[in-house]
């Protein structure tokens, strides 16, 4: 109890510390991981002098916040971006990463006279991307919504394929004519965990009547780590059902759905900022030197031959042009996830593992530093930036369940539709109608021919059988006007 008040307060000093290097990165267009990595290595034995070195206790809460990451990255993933880029999405997760295991394998294989199986270890470990390397850069490249989601996609679904690929060649299992089998059904059955988990949690939060709000954002996290446990249970893949659960709860017609967002990004950052401060602490600098050239002939091969022929070999059947390949290819950015992965061949006991988790540290620093810094430009020279596209119309829902009512809260983002539309001409469905606007922080009751602007707020109340007409005309209306229906739209 002593040491409790120094504990929290160090935590909360941290804590600080990395939000602000959020801010710094932004402005930086780098990766918030790197600061939140050095402050890990400043704590640690060449710094304050923390000693930590545990890499079973690493791989636990590494796996542990990586199930966050994920929840938050399925939660806030929207349906709308990433369905038109499915096949390329899951191309990019699956076949990718198996081109990536045998081309990187076999290179160093050659390169570093390694024997086959810590060869392929080593190219398991670098094939997965990052979401929040990814992220925290593709914020500022000004690319469009293809390209982001075919990225977003990839990242949340190949976490699964690589851990279950590295625990394969870690664990010594046999490598025969069953292990394709093995992966599909881990996979497969991981999918279908989180659709079901996912599915049943969404319909339980509609029809819940919770006596604080702050209770559904909990219960979709539960729901999202429930579908991690139950799919391990199986035998399948966790980190697969916690994404796939948290994609359909993201966008599902969730009670406070706009609080369920913002919880679980900042959820997220929470795990993504105790996630690289321990690996930082627990890198050693002084091993670091010794695993400079490994680390760069090992980053150079994933960079400039395993990632551009995966990338090539995955979304050659999807036409994506030649422009969109190279963006793709340098765009592979890596960052917490082959850290994590290292510590599982070191918890092992593997030998040469420990030169391995040095490797992939000074790989990801220094390559997410050269491949960040060059992403804008890269996106400019090859025409894929694009201008800021307006975001999706923003709808949070109320139950009022006394009245058999909704009350739906809609903000008109800017580039929406609405703004220059009369009321009259939304023509929402029976029993809807809109209540109260609030415009520059005053609200007012709406006529007919009340004109609509940008960043206005909406409530809107409607019974709980036109919502969902309620919510689709709205969408629908945002994204081409009040004669959405004469052009094809109908706000799905």
Not at 71 to 79: L, N
Not at 435 to 454: H, K, M, N, Y
């Amino acid at each position: 109890m002593d040491d409790l008040p120094v504990i929290l307060g160090a935590g909360a000093v941290v804590l600080l510390a990395s939000v602000v290097a959020v801010r710094l990165s932004i402005r930086l267009g780098l990766p918030s991981l790197l600061l939140y990595l050095g402050i890990g290595v400043l704590i640690g034995e060449a710094g304050f002098g923390v000693e930590f070195d545990n890499p079973t206790l690493t791989q636990s809460l590494g796996l542990a916040a990586l199930v966050m990451i994920l929840t938050e990255g399925g939660i806030t993933t929207r349906w709308s971006d990433i369905r038109p880029v499915l096949g390329p999405g899951i191309a990019l997760s699956t076949v990718a990463v198996g081109v990536t295991v045998a081309v990187t394998g076999a290179a160093l294989h050659w390169l570093f006279q390694l024997e086959w199986r810590t060869a392929l270890l080593w190219g398991a470990v670098l094939a997965s991307t990052d979401a929040a390397a990814v992220f925290s850069v593709l914020r500022t490249a000004g690319i469009g919504k293809r390209l982001s989601g075919i990225l977003e996609l990839e990242s949340g679904l190949n976490d699964a394929p690589t851990y279950i690929a590295v625990v394969l060649l870690a664990t010594g299992s046999t490598v025969d004519w069953t292990v394709p089998l093995r992966v599909i059904y881990q996979l497969l059955a991981g999918a279908l965990i989180g659709l079901a988990l996912g599915w049943l949690g969404a319909w339980a939060l509609r029809r819940a009547a919770l006596p604080a709000t702050g209770l559904y954002p909990l219960a979709a996290v539960a729901v999202c780590v429930a579908a991690f446990s139950s799919a391990q249970l199986a035998l399948a893949s966790g980190l697969l059902a916690t994404y796939v659960a948290g994609v359909v709860l993201g966008n599902a017609r969730l009670p406070h759905r706009s609080d369920t967002l913002s919880f679980a990004e900042g959820l997220g950052w929470l795990a993504q900022i105790g996630l690289f401060v321990l690996l930082g602490l627990f890198a050693s600098p002084s091993r670091l030197l010794d695993a400079v050239v490994p680390g760069l002939v090992a980053g150079a091969v994933v960079l400039l031959v395993a990632r551009p022929v995966s990338v090539v070999l995955s979304v050659a059947g999807f036409r994506v042009p030649w422009r969109e390949q190279v963006f793709l290819s340098w765009a592979g950015l890596r960052g917490a996830v082959p850290i994590v992965l290292a510590t599982i061949p070191l918890a092992e006991g593997i030998a040469g593992a420990q030169r391995l988790v040095d490797a992939v540290f000074v790989l990801v620093i220094v390559f997410t530093l050269v491949q960040a810094a060059l992403l804008t430009p890269l996106a400019k020279l090859l025409g894929v930036a694009k201008p800021s596209e307006p975001r999706e119309l923003e709808v949070d829902a109320a139950p009022l369940d006394e009245l058999g009512a909704v009350l739906l809260q809609v903000r008109i983002q800017q580039g929406s539709r609405l703004h220059g539309v009369y009321l009259a001409e939304l023509r929402l469905p029976s029993g809807a109608g809109v209540s109260l606007v609030v415009r520059r922080g005053a609200g007012f009751t709406p006529q007919d021919t009340t004109r609509l602007q940008e960043a206005d707020q909406l409530l809107v109340v409607t019974t709980q059988r036109a919502r969902e007409a309620t919510e689709r005309r709205l969408r629908a209306v945002s994204r081409a006007g009040p004669i959405a229906k004469w052009r094809g739209e109908s706000g799905d």
